[in-house]
């Protein structure tokens, strides 16, 4: 298991868990796993940490389609910050305490701000990394909201 499995399980949250076998050649993570789960990539989330005001360990997540960018003057916007600027991975796996290409937005290390594209709120289930290449964790995007202190806003133009 892994602390975002065992978070939504302490929760009592209704989740399912989805496995496949990770491909190290594949380009995108985010894109590998819809593909390999058979996903709709509008369903399938992916992690982004991104820092804030030029200060490299004051950090936020975002969690948006694996298909779209991150914009980044909207997730300064929707963290009240005047700029952001992606984390450095190094940085983010130490805050996390996952890998990149398994962070996951539930049972990081640091509780940082969550942001959760807006496309996500009128699904019914969404997949997220479960903390490790090769597996998701599919869930309401209501219960990701409650075990992130997530909110929905316009990440992605």
Known sequence: ?????????KKHIAHTIHHYEHDPSHPSYGLEA???LGQDPATVFKTL???????AKHLAVAVIPVEKKLNLKLAAK???AKKAEMADPEIAQKITGYVVGGISPLGQKKRLPTFIHSS???LTTLCVSAGKR?????LSPQDLTKLTDGQFVDLCQ
């Open 134 to 138: 090769g597996l998701e964790i599919e």
């Open 120 to 122: 996500a709120e009128t």
């Open 49 to 55: 940490l991104f820092c804030l005001n030029g200060e």
């Open 34 to 36: 819809a593909q390999a």
């Open 78 to 80: 929707a963290a009240k």
């Open 1 to 9: 298991m892994t602390p975002a499995i065992d978070l939504a399980k």
